[in-house]
């Protein structure tokens, strides 16, 4: 009897804390998943995102209850915004084409923008980012400052300085930036304090490289490449501004070696095997 009542015992412990067991192991697996970019993610495809604990979608193809959904699931949502080029499948494309500048390199359904221009700036101050904010959304991910690399000029920088401070102001979210280190370095020569504008910088692939002239195959940076802009984001770092990275690789064994240099670094990095970002 004694016999049967322990192994009775047993198997219900055993049903019990096995599946205690693999909730903590799911929870350890987001842990390791703590932020992701999806802006070329369907919004039906939601539940991919659930695995993470921070996130960056084009919340402009998401409805208010899937932002709620995400929320729900603790979930922190950043929404894309591109306020430095126009994309051709934008519904506001017709709109402002005539403010479209040059094409966008490797990218055909894209041109950059005057972003000096008075229309859109209030454009994309006062209606972007008012559809955006409606969604709950917990901040935005600014896309295309570097558009001040390829018109380095005062009313470019201004444009966007115009936007960044329109944003913050109205709407009091976080801002993340993407890219634009020539714009920051000019933000800085000019005595204007980064954090001001944003709470956090991406940088995609520092460790790796999209060799777009050979159907977008994935490569590693040379070490030299790599150590430039990671000496600089070290600085960005310690005057306390979030870094984010975004590397692209289909390697198991090298994206362990990046997820290694960036947790020492003490960056947060996404990996994707693919240059959609879905």
């Known amino acids: 009897m004694k016999k049967k009542i322990i ?57 208010k209850s899937q932002i709620d959904f995400l929320h729900k699931h603790g ?75 390829k018109y380095r000029n005062d009313n470019t920088f201004n444009g966007l300085i115009s936007i960044i401070k329109g944003l913050k102001a109205k709407y009091s979210l976080p801002v993340i930036a993407n890219g634009g280190f020539d714009f920051f370095k000019a933000v800085e020569n000019k005595g204007i304090s980064i954090k001001s504008l944003v709470c956090g910088i991406t940088v995609e692939s520092v460790y790796t490289s999209i060799d777009f002239n050979n159907n977008n195959k994935f490569t590693i940076n040379p070490i030299s490449n790599r150590d430039t802009y990671i000496n600089y984001l070290k600085s960005l770092k310690a005057k306390g501004i979030d870094i984010y990275i975004v590397e692209y690789s289909k390697d198991n064994s090298l994206n362990k070696a990046i997820e290694s240099y960036y947790s020492n670094l003490g960056f947060k990095v996404y990996i994707s095997s693919s240059i959609n970002l879905n």
């Open 75 to 149: 979930i922190k949502v950043y929404s894309y915004l591109n306020i430095g080029s126009l994309e051709t499948f934008r519904s506001y494309y017709s709109n402002f084409k005539n403010l479209t500048l040059d094409n966008y390199e490797h990218w055909s359904d894209e041109k950059w923008l005057d972003v000096s221009n008075p229309l859109w700036i209030d454009y994309a101050v006062n209606t972007l980012g008012s559809e955006l904010k409606h969604k709950d959304i917990d901040g935005f991910f600014l896309d295309n400052l570097d558009v001040y690399s």
């Open 7 to 63: 192994i009775a015992l047993i198997l219900f412990l055993t049903i019990i804390l096995i599946p205690l067991t693999n909730l903590k192991r799911s929870e350890e697996n987001r842990n390791t998943m703590s932020y992701g970019v999806f802006t070329g993610l369907p919004s039906k495809d939601i539940n991919k995102l659930l695995s993470y604990k921070e996130v960056v979608i084009d919340a402009s193809f998401y409805s």
